[in-house]
């Protein structure tokens, strides 16, 4: 069977990018990106391709060659579904933050209305993808409405979990470490869909990067790369505390762990604690799940990771108001970096939006600084955690689009993102313009120590 026409419900950093280079290396296929907001599909649609909504290298350029050829925007669902022959659906599934569940499970709402939406439109057997991180066995659920609500067509669910890393998601795209589909091994129709999804991957992936397997374990393989990943970040991080007190640090030993082969050198740099949509939610949800079979010691056993992450970003906040005298009420802290990583405009679970809040109910005076993120994002981030009025936020914080103005007459530096760019400001400027003692805080090991102690600046870096 070969796919002419794909829908993907989800226009967001998922959906965007995955779709983009879909079209990129199948010009043959049709690929529609499907989304309610309607904002963010004119965005995508935007003449200048430097103002789509997700900043990632190298997607603008990719969106510019298929846009139009082969790759649509639009919030036509409805039309997109009928037409397509594979429907993609990469919403946004965040924590539960009511009822059962809250602040654990997964929120299944918009996975459910999509289900619903293409039983009631689809007049054709459809192949249907999910690609957002789910729960395992919601693939189970998605049949279910699809069977029972639907036009009586015949469906068939694929789990293809996203496994690209923000920052760098093209390269991750173009060049997979591996595909995983999961699907119905039993039946042929299961294996003719998944041989359907293994051919559009093929090419340009290599086939034996391709894996197939049972739905659950797809569905599951994707909640627990993300929970190792997570890990290995809270683990580095506990450490970086143990060096701090200690006199190591955290950065030799981190090289000299990765140097054993059995450990590897990746995903080892201390940090003010690992943010983003997926990690916390994927451990959320796997907490959940485990303590709903009754797997007590696996849920907490995972569910330090998240502590252990939740601790790194107070202490790092609380020791800048140590080392300003146990005060920072009134003072003005510049924060350099809203995003959650380098290389990307999202800011969801960022560190920097933690780290503020708590400055905040010391009462300091914040001024942020980031590349890509754009004000009003900062301002939804802390109104979202709902701590304070959004007046007081507005009042209380102050976003600038330019990094030596951030640091004007500051008693601190936070730098809670590694964008490249703060390595290369000239430093010396920031701290002549600075109230004294000037703090430097380096909640990413990005600075080096040296040339900034000798400028004059007080440095406090994780882990060292
Ligand atoms: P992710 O990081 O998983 O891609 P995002 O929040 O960036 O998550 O993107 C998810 C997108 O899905 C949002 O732009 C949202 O508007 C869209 N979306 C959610 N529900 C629906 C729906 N029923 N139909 C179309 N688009 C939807």
């Known amino acids: 069977m070969k796919i002419k026409n794909i829908c993907c419900i989800g226009a967001g950093y998922v959906g965007g990018p995955t779709m983009a280079v879909i079209a990129q290396k199948c010009p043959e296929i049709n690929v529609t990106v499907v989304d309610i907001n309607e904002k963010r599909i004119a965005a995508w ?53 009511y009822g059962i569940g809250k602040g654990m499970a997964a929120d299944l709402k918009w996975i459910e209305i999509c289900a619903r939406q293409i039983a009631r439109v689809a007049k054709n057997d459809k192949i249907v993808v999910e690609k957002s991180t789910l729960p395992v066995r919601t693939a189970a659920a998605l049949r279910d409405i699809l069977d029972n609500t639907g036009n009586g067509v015949k469906y068939q669910i694929l789990s293809n979990p996203e496994f690209l890393a923000e920052g760098t998601a093209i ?23 998944m041989e359907a999804l293994v051919d559009i991957y093929a090419s340009w992936v290599s086939k034996t990067n391709i894996l197939t397997t049972n739905v659950w374990s797809s569905e599951l393989s994707k909640l627990t790369a993300n929970a190792f990943l997570a890990q290995r970040v809270s683990s ?49 949800n796997l907490v959940y799940i485990a303590k709903s079979f009754g797997l007590n010691e696996v849920a907490d056993y995972w ?29 003005k802290i510049a924060v350099l970096g809203w ?108 600075l080096e120590r040296k040339t900034k102690e000798e400028i004059g600046f007080e440095f406090y870096a994780i882990g060292n």
């Open 236 to 284: 580095i991080n506990a450490m970086s505390e143990l060096c701090e007190k200690t006199g190591a640090d955290v950065n030799e030993v981190a090289k000299a762990v990765g140097m054993d082969s059995r450990v590897g050198p990746k995903f080892l740099q201390s940090s003010v604690g690992f943010g983003g949509s997926c990690f916390q939610k994927d451990i959320l």
């Open 45 to 97: 649609n935007d003449e200048d391709v430097e103002n789509i909504p997700v900043y990632e290298p190298g997607l603008s350029a990719i969106v510019k060659e298929a846009r139009s050829r082969n790759l649509f925007f639009s919030t036509d669902v409805d039309a997109a579904i009928d037409k397509a022959d594979m429907i993609f659906i990469s919403v946004n599934t965040p924590t539960k933050t």
């Open 339 to 446: 995003a959650f990583k380098k290389d990307t405009n999202d800011t969801r679970e960022s560190a920097a939006i933690y780290i503020t809040d708590y400055l905040l109910n010391e009462q300091a005076e914040i001024v942020v600084y980031d590349p890509k993120v754009k004000e009003e994002q900062v301002y939804a981030d802390l109104d979202y955690l709902n701590t304070r009025s959004s007046k007081e936020n507005r009042s209380r914080v102050t976003v600038v689009n330019d990094a030596y103005k951030s640091c004007e007459d500051s008693h601190a530096i936070a730098v809670l993102t590694e964008w490249d760019e703060f390595k290369q400001l000239d430093w010396r400027k920031i701290y002549n313009n600075m109230l004294k003692p000037a703090f430097l805080f380096d909640g990413r090991r990005l």
């Open 303 to 331: 569910e330090q990771v998240i502590k252990m992450n939740d601790h790194q970003k107070r202490r790092f906040a609380a020791n800048i108001v140590k080392t300003l005298f146990n005060t920072v009420s009134g003072k």
């Open 171 to 193: 390269q991750d795209l173009q060049n997979p470490d591996r595909v995983l589909i999961g699907g119905d091994v039993e039946t042929p129709e299961g294996k003719e869909a």
